[in-house]
């Protein structure tokens, strides 16, 4: 008799989601609940509450918290909540972030300082806080959102701090997961390109040649849809990747080979 695959099921699992009251955080969330895991949905808005319970009335097996990721004690905070009620976290997906655009000349050092508390050291302290989690327990998945802009000189806007933090969002989830490989804790990054979020949709609305300038430079021709990045962020975090870490997983529609 054949069986079922389970590598690519999240049944019994416990995930967190930070950024997830919409947008990518929101799929991703859906996508982990989708395939069988008890999803915390972490933001700084109220407006998780509502996502939240949006996924359960769809089925789904979801909490909302509230945390920033800039502040080290809310971050903690919160993995010993989810520690405490849950009894382990098993996924941990750092999807928290801002953008903005600046020429380099007039990039003010505040927004700079900004874009690295949300984008980098929010990356770094859910890894931290979630990874001492799982260190303990034996094992875990972590994955965080890097960029095209990690890898590419995006155009034609401009956000250098921006990008410097996605880059350096690869390479912490390289260096902490070769780091952890032993101790059975994966950290991987997925590094999304233009995906078609109500924030980039008002680009098309308010700046039709920008959006036009993209999809000239994108080799699928189109914009990546938010539930194509939840589906490569669950393939990294579930069993079926058990072999990766360290890595960067481009979800790009081909734009950072072009
Ligand atoms: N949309 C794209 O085209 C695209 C492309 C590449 C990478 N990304 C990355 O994907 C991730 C999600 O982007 P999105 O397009 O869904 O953006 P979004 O603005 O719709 O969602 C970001 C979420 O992060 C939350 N957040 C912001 N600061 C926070 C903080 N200090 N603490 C906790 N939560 C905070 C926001 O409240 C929001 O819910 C980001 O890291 C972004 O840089 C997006």
Redesign the pocket.
């Known amino acids: 008799m054949q069986t079922a695959n389970t590598a690519f099921s999240l049944e019994g699992k416990v995930a967190v989601v930070?950024?997830?009251?919409?947008?990518?955080?929101e799929a991703i969330s859906r996508q982990l609940g989708q395939m069988g895991a008890h999803v915390v949905l972490a933001?700084?808005?109220d407006e998780v509450e509502e996502t939240a319970k949006a996924l359960s009335a769809d089925g789904l097996s979801t909490e909302a918290e509230r945390?920033?990721?800039?502040s080290t004690a809310s971050v903690d905070e919160l993995a010993q909540r989810i520690a405490d009620k849950h009894g382990r976290v098993d996924i941990a997906v750092a999807?928290?972030?801002?953008?903005y655009e600046a020429d380099t000349a007039t990039h003010s050092d505040e927004e700079w300082s900004r874009v690295m508390a949300?984008?980098l050291d929010?990356v770094f302290r859910t890894v931290r806080a979630f990874g001492n989690k799982m260190l303990s327990q034996g094992g875990g998945s972590i994955v965080a959102?890097s960029?095209?802009?990690g890898v590419k000189a995006v155009r034609p806007e401009l956000h250098a701090g921006y990008d410097v933090a996605?880059a350096g969002v690869a390479h912490l989830c390289k260096v902490v997961g070769v780091e952890w490989a032993k101790r059975n804790v994966r950290v991987n990054a997925v590094g999304?390109?233009?995906?078609n979020?109500?924030?980039?949709q008002q680009v098309g609305i308010e700046r039709p040649e920008v959006m036009e300038r993209w999809i000239d430079d994108i080799p699928m021709g189109r914009l990546l849809e938010?539930s194509e990045i939840a589906t490569t962020v669950a393939f990294l975090a579930s069993d079926a990747a058990s072999g990766i870490t360290a890595q960067l997983l481009m979800a790009d529609a081909g734009y950072s080979s072009a």
């Open positions: 930070t950024g997830a009251s919409r947008g990518i955080g933001d700084l808005l945390v920033d990721v800039t999807n928290a972030g801002i953008s949300v984008n929010g959102i960029s095209i802009a996605k999304p390109g233009y995906t979020t109500p924030m980039l938010p």
